[in-house]
């Protein structure tokens, strides 16, 4: 039996209420002040903290206590090639999620708390603490900017007027066959007024925080390879219950698991048709394939 | 004028900012799904009829209380005719972010400087949708919210201003072909790569006015651009110096440049007793740029 719509609200009450009165504080005094601190992951530019591992332990001790049934993903917890995401309900968590911004100081690191079932996310939560931005949602019972039910203006959506997220990310190895010189190049393509020439492209430094921005509607789409499960997982439900879509950033992959790692979010605030033309012009202008 | 004649020019720039501009920008952000094309311009560089109207409003404002003072907007400019004087003049850009104002991107600003001897002394950027006012004029340090801001114990709390360490702000702006796309994005390249600068990452918010505002909040490094007008930085240049921040060309070897260079490299301050970690971040950045920026 899948959870109920109901039981979903509840689980949604849950991590916003554990977002807001334990894990936002902690996220916000910390921030800028460990820059000395953090050690290097993959490379240097990949920045873990002390705190992002703090913060991920006081989730699942919470999580565990009160769903002891549920499995429990986390970006600090994780083990490349070993963590599966299975049928049963899965908590799927990004301690803080913006490391960079965390250990800069740059007010675009939050907290991103999804449930996935069926390998589907059906409950999300996202905090910006600096900013005081809860994103939530759940399966069947919309999607909330705090206290405040996100209702997308309907309007026309077009790849020349739009504006669109996009990141440098961690991985910057050129090379013909790398996928940073397939997003050098895609970026390129579409700002081009030969190309997409779009309206522009924002960066914030959080892919969770990008998702929110498009399910809210102040960003038309976000474009993305390379991120991780608890990066998207509970954006894309906010995203699906604010009316958006979630496609793979290849073309033609229409239908993606959680853990593709190449995701285009597009927004809602028009008819699917809309979004269908619009995600097949935004894939005319990828360059190659991104591949994880 | 002294620094006391500055400081109520500040505030009253504030109220009018906080009180009448704010207002108009929130409610109207993410309404406007027509808006015109500037002039001779290309399809990603637009404007609203809002803007105009801020700008008579702003207009309005700062010509009863200060009659003797110019005025340069964005709206009213005239490209070959405006010229900066060494009057006092207020440089205005009525709201800054025009893109992000029609798509309800949280980062539209009203953006309001004072030159004098054509050097920014006064300066006042209000965010209404993150609700944040920062203003400064020169001598009188910088406030956030009306409140002062301690920018030394901030960047004592930053890590050290080094190139491979910082985060970036980059736009590309409405330039969308010719020399200057292409060496934009090709420095951009250059900064990300590993073999490049290899900076921590780049971030763009689609607004001069609040990157230059963020950089002397301590949240980001540095600004590079080509392409924006006086109105873009003049606010945020003064706000900026303030903080021990600088501001230089975005070409190499270009030290010492006017508010209306169209090219820009703005840098934060650094700790005391490292400022020549600023000048070698500036050489540092520099050698990362591909080709020139050039504008007319």
């Given at each position: 039996m899948p959870l109920s719509k109901q039981e979903l609200k509840e689980i949604e009450t849950t991590l916003v209420k554990l977002l807001r009165e334990e894990i936002g504080p902690i996220v916000k005094t910390h921030t800028g002040t460990n820059f000395s601190s953090y050690d290097d992951k993959a490379n240097e530019v990949d920045l873990v903290t002390v705190v992002d591992k703090q913060v991920e332990a006081i989730i699942k001790k919470e999580l565990n206590a009160k769903y002891p049934n549920f499995k429990f993903i986390g970006e600090e917890s994780y083990v490349v090639g070993e963590t599966k995401i299975t049928a049963d309900p899965t908590f799927i968590v990004?301690?803080?999620?913006g490391t960079t911004n965390f250990i800069h100081g740059y007010p675009y690191s939050c907290t991103s708390l999804g449930l996935a079932e069926n390998g589907k996310p059906v409950v999300g939560a996202v905090y910006n603490p600096h900013l005081d931005q809860l994103f939530h949602g759940s399966k069947g019972n919309g999607a909330y900017l705090n206290e405040k039910k996100i209702d997308v203006k309907k309007r026309p959506l077009t790849l020349q007027k739009s504006v669109v997220g996009l990141e440098g990310g961690a991985e910057r190895t050129e090379g013909p066959d790398g996928n940073f010189d397939k997003k050098m190049a895609t970026y390129k393509n579409l700002l081009s007024d030969k190309g997409g020439y779009v309206h522009g492209f924002r960066s914030v430094g959080s892919a969770a925080m990008n998702m929110c921005y498009v399910a809210a509607g102040m960003l038309d789409s976000y474009w993305e390879g390379g991120c991780w499960a608890w990066d998207v997982c509970a954006g894309w439900c906010i995203l699906e219950e604010a009316g958006g879509r979630m496609v793979g950033?290849?073309?033609?992959?229409?239908q993606i698991p959680v853990d593709r790692r190449c995701y285009f979010a597009i927004r809602g605030g028009c008819g699917e048709e809309e979004q269908t033309a619009y995600v097949k012009s935004f894939w005319s202008q990828v360059e190659g394939r991104l591949e994880y | 004028m002294t620094p006391s004649d500055l400081l109520s020019i500040e505030k009253f720039v504030c109220d009018l900012a906080t009180n009448k501009v704010g207002p108009i920008i929130k409610s109207k952000?993410?309404?406007?799904q027509t808006y015109d094309l500037k002039?001779?311009?290309?399809?990603?560089?637009i404007v609203t009829v809002i803007d105009k109207q801020v700008e008579k409003l702003i207009w309005g404002e700062l010509r009863a209380e200060y009659p003797d003072f110019k005025f340069i907007g964005e709206e009213s400019y005239m490209k070959g005719v405006t010229r900066i004087t060494e009057e006092p003049t207020f440089i205005v850009?009525?709201?800054?972010g025009t893109t992000n104002f029609v798509h309800d991107f949280p980062f539209s600003c009203t953006s309001i400087g004072l030159t004098v001897d054509k050097v920014p002394v006064m300066g006042v950027i209000y965010n209404p949708h993150l609700d944040l006012l920062i203003s400064a004029s020169k001598g009188n340090g910088v406030r956030i919210n009306g409140k002062d801001f301690d920018y030394k114990e901030k960047i004592e709390g930053?890590?050290?201003?080094i190139l491979n360490k910082s985060v970036v702000a980059l736009q590309p702006g409405s330039?969308?072909?010719g020399n200057n796309f292409k060496c934009k994005l090709a420095t951009f390249e250059n900064l990300l790569a590993c073999d490049g600068g290899f900076i921590h990452g780049f971030r763009n918010l689609g607004s001069s006015a609040m990157t230059m505002a963020y950089i002397a909040m301590g949240y980001l490094d540095c600004y590079w651009d080509g392409g924006c007008y006086s109105w873009d930085v003049c606010a945020g240049w003064c706000i900026l110096n303030e903080t021990g921040g600088r501001v230089v060309g975005?070409?190499?070897?270009?030290?010492d440049i006017g508010v209306d260079n169209r090219t820009y490299l703005a840098v934060r301050g650094t700790k005391i007793g490292s400022e020549e970690d600023q000048t070698k971040y500036i050489e540092d950045f520099w050698g990362c740029v591909k080709g020139k920026l050039e504008y007319d």
């Open positions: 990004d301690p803080i999620d950033g290849n073309k033609d992959e229409w | 952000s993410g309404t406007q002039t001779g311009s290309r399809k990603v560089d850009d009525p709201i800054d930053m890590g050290p201003l330039a969308r072909e975005a070409n190499q070897s270009e030290w």
